[in-house]
Structures are given as C-alpha cells and as structure tokens.
C-alpha cells in the first residue's frame, strides 16, 4: 500500500512507536483543534495548515473561523467528503482557502486532523475514530469500554485515537503525508512549505520527542531579542517589552490547552479559576517569590489537563462513580504527566508535576506512585490541599457544600496524613480570603460565560 490507501494517524502511529497516544472524545476533540487554532490566529502565525473533515457539513459550520485563518496563514487545505461546492459561492471567498474532496472510500475520512506547517512552532493532532480500529486501544491497566462509549445516536460519546504533538519531527512527517491527498495544480511550491524548505536531516526521535511548542516560542523570541541588541542596540525597554510579549504568548498557549480539558460546564470552569487562585494564595504565604507565584497561577490550571483523555460518560456522570469508572478515572494524572513531559521549562516541569502528584498523599497512600511526605513535589502537595478544599467547600450534583466549619474540621483530621501539615496550617491562614474570592466568583458566574470568567480572572492577576 502506498501513502495515500492509509490514513495518516495510521502511519504516524506506527512509525513513532513511543508517541503517546490519547483517547479524546468529540467534545475533546474540538476544543483541542481550536486551541490549536486559536494560537495560529492569535499569534499570527504564517502558516501551511492541513485539516481534515469528515464531511462537509462540519467545515460549513467552522468556516468563518477558517475564513478568519485565511487571512493570516499562506494557504490552508480542507480535506473532506460530499462537497457542496454552491455554498462556497460567496463574494470574497479567499483564493488560499482550497477545498480537496475525498473519495467516500478514502481512509482519510475516518480521521480528525489539524496539522501547522510553521517553524518554529509546528503542532499536529493526528487523530482517528475507533468505530473500525479498536485493535489501537492499548490503554494499561483500563477496561476496554469502545462499546459502550460508541453508543448508536450518542454524537458527543464517539472516540477518537490521537497524536497531539508540537515537534518538528512529527509535524514535518504529517505534512508530507497530507500533500500526497493534495492534487498537483492546488500544491503551493515545497519552497513555500516552512518545514520542507528546512533540513531537517539532524533532527533525531529523540531530540523530536524534547521539543514543545513553548520551548520554540520562548527561544524564538530570545533570538530575536539577542539579535536586536547586537545588531541595533536598542534600548533596554524594547528587551523588557519582548520577554513580556512572549511570556504572554506562553500564557495563552497554558490557559487554552487546560480550558480544552475543563471547559464542558460551569462547575468545571469555577473550579478551574478557584484551584488557581487558592494555590497560588497557599505558595504565597509559604514565601514564593513573586515569579513562582505567576508560575504557580498557571500551571495550577493544568491539575486536570489529563482529563481531555477521560470519557464524557464518566466526566460527565450525574452521581457518584462506580469502583471500574473510578479506576477510568484515576488514570488523569498519567495522562496529564505524559501531555506535558520531556520540557526544559519550568512553567512546563511544574505543570507536569502538579498533574501527575496532587493527587498522592502525605502518608504514601494516594496515587498514581504513592509516594509520601517531602517525595511528593511542593507544588503537587499545595494543589491537593486547595483541591480538597474546593471539593469540600462547593456544591456538586451528588452533594450539598459544607459549611466553612464542617470543611475545616475535616481537613484538620487529615493533617499529615492527607496533607502536609505546615502547609495546612498555612492554608487555615489565608481560608477567610479564599472564601471571601469563592464568594465572588459564584456571584460572576451567573452573569459570565465560562470564557468571560476565565479571562476576566487572567486579567485581574495580570
């Protein structure tokens, strides 16, 4: 078989044996491909993209984003099936938004995939829907449930198999395998391509699998920067204002990627904001600068990242879990630790730490690794404390909230077996301020969206 009878998760998922893969539903599954887009557009990247619909009535429902798209990137190609090609009859229709129909039969339309051609920040989600390969699933230690996730009529519980990754390796393979559906008098020049006009010869797995997106976005700048004050020598308030506009851009990657995991409903979102506040209120007090203290504000809003890999049956479930959809569940933190591993950063390397650790215990008898007391990162054993917290103190669909006493009393028990104890005490401090912010917030949220609460409470830090 050549490139074109196989799909192009298929191939990528075969020849990188050691990407992992992440089981995303379609919720999921669109509010990463936005995320993904939405940094395209909001740094202004000059990109190649590639995407795929699985019919064409999806990309009609997206197009004024993409209409959007083609007024930053060189050319984006939509790859899909029974084009309507009179209802792309509209005054203005952008000449680099190109429509590639596929045939019906094409393994390409079982596929989900958005692929950025742009160095330095290439990023690809290869994804492909279960319904006929669920031989892919090699999840450890989780029940094999695709039959009960792919129930007839129930859109929001189809699964897809994916690659979400931002190394230039990948990327680069993905675009090549996208060109192939592409026909020759629609192909722009392989000079125009950022990846394929590169040599790429010296990029090994290994050094691919190292790479992220913030690492490109944080060196680029750096370059540029050193590149300024050599060459210009410009003032040292020009430098200031480009390391301020790229932590900026590491933010809204951080805030997006984690707002694709919580994003369902209005009880997540507050729980979002609530554990990013109440965390870096806990590292404040302990004494953390005010540089880890930023940090801490937004790699706190990554705890539940691993999430996106959890089926809407069981994140979405009204009512308590049952013991097998608990164990489901317990596998967020490894799937978090594994979306945000191998990162030389430090806003990253917290992140990843507070993923995969809040939810171990002082006395070693939490998960995933059981680790106990001062082996469990600080930033982990301070999320636990304000994720318990959040828990007991908020209201959910299987229980009332508990009063500020009953909260403390309960906590207080768990002293150094749960928690760390001088952190809890430090905690008790600072509760009347946190409740008074809990306040607050529920009080916005009637009048906010999910989005507008976020945002509203990123400015406010800022």
């Known amino acids: 078989m050549n490139g074109q009878d196989k799909g192009i998760f298929y191939q990528l998922s075969h020849k990188y044996s050691l990407l992992h893969q992440t089981k995303f539903t379609k919720s999921s599954m669109l509010a990463v491909s936005h995320a993904l887009e939405d940094i395209v557009i909001s740094s202004g990247f000059k990109a190649d993209m590639y995407v795929f619909f699985q019919h064409f009535k999806f990309f009609i429902e997206e197009i004024d984003r993409y209409l959007e798209l083609a007024k930053i990137c060189n050319n984006i190609y939509i790859f899909t099936s029974d084009v309507k090609w009179n209802e792309l009859k509209q005054p203005n229709y952008p000449n680099n938004l190109i429509i590639i129909e596929l045939n019906s039969l094409s393994p390409l339309i079982q596929e989900w995939n958005v692929i950025v051609d742009y160095r330095p920040n290439p990023m690809i989600l290869a994804t492909r829907e279960l319904d006929e390969q669920p031989d892919l699933i090699n999840w450890e230690r989780e029940p094999q449930?695709?039959?009960?996730?792919?129930?007839?009529?129930?859109?929001?519980?189809?699964?897809?198999?994916?690659?979400?990754?931002?190394?230039?390796?990948?990327?680069?393979?993905?675009?090549?395998?996208?060109?192939?559906?592409?026909?020759?008098?629609?192909?722009?020049?392989?000079?125009e391509s950022s990846l394929l006009s590169q040599d790429n010869s010296n990029l090994d797995s290994k050094t691919s699998r190292d790479i992220d997106t913030t690492?490109?976005?944080?060196?680029r700048a750096l370059n540029e920067i050193e590149d300024k004050t050599i060459q210009l020598k410009r003032a040292n308030v020009q430098l200031q204002e480009e390391i301020k506009n790229n932590k900026r851009t590491s933010y809204e990657m951080i805030k997006r990627l984690c707002f694709a995991a919580e994003y369902r409903d209005v009880e997540t979102a507050l729980h979002l904001i609530k554990m990013s506040y109440y965390s870096k209120e806990l590292y404040r007090a302990y004494g953390a600068n005010p540089t880890e203290v930023e940090l801490m504000t937004y790699a706190s809003l990554t705890?539940?990242?691993?999430?996106?890999?959890?089926p809407d049956r069981i994140l979405m479930k009204a009512g308590r879990l049952t013991s097998e959809e608990y164990q489901v569940m317990k596998r967020h933190p490894y799937i978090g630790a594994r979306i945000l591993q191998d990162s030389s950063q430090r806003l990253i390397n917290m992140a990843r730490n507070i993923c995969y650790y809040h939810h171990e215990k002082y006395n070693g008898k939490g998960y995933p690794l059981g680790l106990k007391g001062t082996d469990i990162p600080l930033e982990a054993r301070i999320v636990a404390i304000a994720d318990v917290f959040d828990a007991l103190s908020s209201k959910r669909v299987y229980k009332q909230d508990f009063s500020k006493e009953k909260t403390l009393q309960i906590m207080l028990e768990e002293r150094n077996n749960h928690f760390d104890g001088e952190l809890l005490d430090l905690f008790f401090e600072i509760v009347d301020e946190l409740l008074e912010f809990k306040f607050r917030l529920e009080n916005l949220s009637m009048h906010k969206t999910n989005t507008e609460l976020l945002n509203l409470y990123l400015q406010e830090i800022n």
């Open 303 to 310: 705890h539940d990242i691993g999430k996106i890999g959890i």
């Open 215 to 219: 690492t490109y976005f944080i060196n």
């Open 145 to 191: 449930t695709m039959n009960q996730d792919k129930l007839p009529g129930k859109d929001d519980f189809r699964a897809f198999l994916g690659i979400l990754s931002f190394d230039t390796k990948t990327a680069l393979d993905g675009v090549k395998l996208a060109r192939m559906n592409v026909p020759e008098n629609s192909l722009a020049d392989p000079a």
